[in-house]
């Protein structure tokens, strides 16, 4: 008798768009099982594209976060919305998020405005369910339904968990045939270095307040694996004063102390060794344009 065929493989991308703070990366993480994007209460979060990569049967399912798309006025913002842009046009599918708690406000309005432009099919994703009532849900879908051409609508909660798993079996099946890209257990594209120097960011964004979070970058400068297996990491953060550079240490270095043990004890747990994290935070005076930086971001630096 004869094998059975191999089930055909499929693979594609996946662009999760909408305003900063929908949910985008949590939603990322819930969907790649693992943590490979960075997550915080505050928007403009995420600054580049990032690839979390999952498998659902015979499908590889390649995510794209983006930067929160939203009215931008310094370099950096127009540089991140950008960014957010193109990986909405060079996705397979497009799932576009919004907060339902917030409902269709100015950044979603503007956001639903502009889809007509993306060719990929598009998913409307209602986010934070756990959030709202139903009958608000209800309204909100059939809102965002009228104002823009979707293949299909899900609600879910990125954060619990519930609608996640339909949604990731509704864009295997979609995604078109095709080979795998990635070995079977890769989760992210993204070099360690640097979702170490995410996860510092992160922790910057949760203990520093106000403007503060927008004007710092983090770089890894070193990342030299000891005899014992133990892993030195050296990254510098960037403030733009030397009044940011005082607030980022904290009285006699309390707080840069407290964001590289939060760090340091993140990183360890993915990197699976002991890691010892020295955190150097050096005043670069507009660093926000100077093209460097933007290469250590990934980011393409905006000519205007
Ligand atoms: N209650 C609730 N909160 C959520 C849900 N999804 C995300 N959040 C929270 O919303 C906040 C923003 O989440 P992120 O995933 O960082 O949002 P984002 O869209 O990636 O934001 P940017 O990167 O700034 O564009 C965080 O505090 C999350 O915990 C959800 O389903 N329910
Ligand atoms: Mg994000």
């Known amino acids: 008798m004869a094998d059975a065929p191999a089930p055909a493989t499929r693979c594609g991308f996946v662009a999760l768009i909408g305003a900063p703070n929908a949910g985008k990366s949590t939603l990322i993480n819930a969907l790649v099982g693992s943590k490979v994007t960075i997550v915080s209460r505050k928007v403009q979060t995420t600054r580049a594209l990032i690839r979390g990569i999952a498998a659902e049967g015979a499908s590889q399912l390649i995510f794209v976060d983006t930067p929160g798309i939203f009215a931008p006025r310094r370099r950096l913002d127009r540089a991140m919305v950008t960014t957010a842009w193109s990986g909405a046009h060079e996705a397979d599918v497009v ?4 907060d339902a708690r917030k409902g269709l406000d100015e950044e979603a309005e503007a956001i639903l405005d502009k889809l007509a432009e993306v060719g990929a099919p598009k998913l409307l994703v209602l986010n934070k369910i756990d959030l709202v009532a139903k009958q608000a849900l209800l309204a909100l879908a059939k809102a965002a339904n009228d104002k823009a051409k979707f293949a299909a609508t899900f ?12 949604l990731k079996a509704w864009l295997a099946e979609r995604v078109p045939s095709g080979p795998w ?14 979702l170490a120097a995410e996860i510092t960011r992160e922790k910057l964004f949760e203990r520093l307040h106000q403007e503060l979070p927008y ?4 770089e890894t ?19 733009e004063r030397e009044s940011q550079r005082k607030i980022v240490l904290g009285k006699g270095g309390a707080t840069i102390k407290a964001i590289g043990e939060a ?5 360890a747990a993915i990197v699976e060794a002991k890691v010892h994290l020295f955190l150097f935070v050096k005043v670069r005076e507009g660093w926000g344009e100077d093209p460097e930086r933007y290469r250590a971001m990934g980011l393409e630096f905006p000519k205007d």
């Open 215 to 218: 004007h710092s970058t983090v």
């Open 155 to 166: 609600m879910i909660s990125a954060l619990s968990g519930d609608g996640v798993a339909d």
């Open 95 to 98: 799932c576009v998020l919004i």
């Open 181 to 194: 890209l990635y070995p079977a257990d890769q989760m992210s594209d993204a070099p360690l270095r640097q």
């Open 263 to 267: 760090a340091r004890r993140e990183i």
């Open 221 to 239: 400068e070193v990342w030299k694996e000891l005899r014992k297996g133990d892993i030195r990491i050296e990254q510098t953060i960037y403030v």
